[in-house]
């Protein structure tokens, strides 16, 4: 399914491009982008680079299994690293700072596509996001998931797993 914004009886399509409608459209909300155009192109390619690759990376671990679950998760460790290396290159220090009372676009983006990660884990008994590997990205994603407007916001953790151990019976079956 792919997310439709209609407003003013015109459609916008596509969660990343709403977002972006959203913050032009609506001056007095928090904004979504930072004001410097270097940050603001930085955080769109990674806010991009985060739901085109990495995800698109992820979704396929629920469904396999052995050699093909083993070289996704290859991918998937190969891609964070490429995401995290950027990310601290613009974000000096263990983590961004996280306020928790408005969150900008790449917070969403790392929330929507990595906020439940260990769901996905515990339902398919893997590792997505090593600390080993890619300690500034989980660092990141631990502290967002603590803040209470992401709790309240996203599906409680069992509730997840519940979905991903559902999904995983179904292709596995399917597969046999």
Known sequence: MIPVLVH???????????LEY?????????????????????????????DKEVFESMRPVITTHGEA???????????????EKQMQDLFPGEKPLVDGKNLGLLYIVVISVLGCYKAAEEAANVKLIDPQETPFIFSW??????????????????KMAERFRYARQKALQSMS
């Open 8 to 18: 003013n009886d015109k459609s916008v399509v596509e969660s990343l491009v709403i």
């Open 22 to 50: 959203i913050d032009e459209t609506w001056k007095n909300a928090p904004k979504l982008f930072q004001e410097d155009p270097y940050l603001r192109v930085n955080v769109r390619f990674l806010a991009n680079f985060l």
């Open 69 to 83: 679950e083993e070289k996704i998760l290859r991918d998937v460790t190969e891609k964070l690293k490429m995401m």
């Open 141 to 158: 994603v631990t502290a967002l998931n603590e803040l209470p407007l992401v709790k309240e916001t996203i599906q409680p953790h069992s």
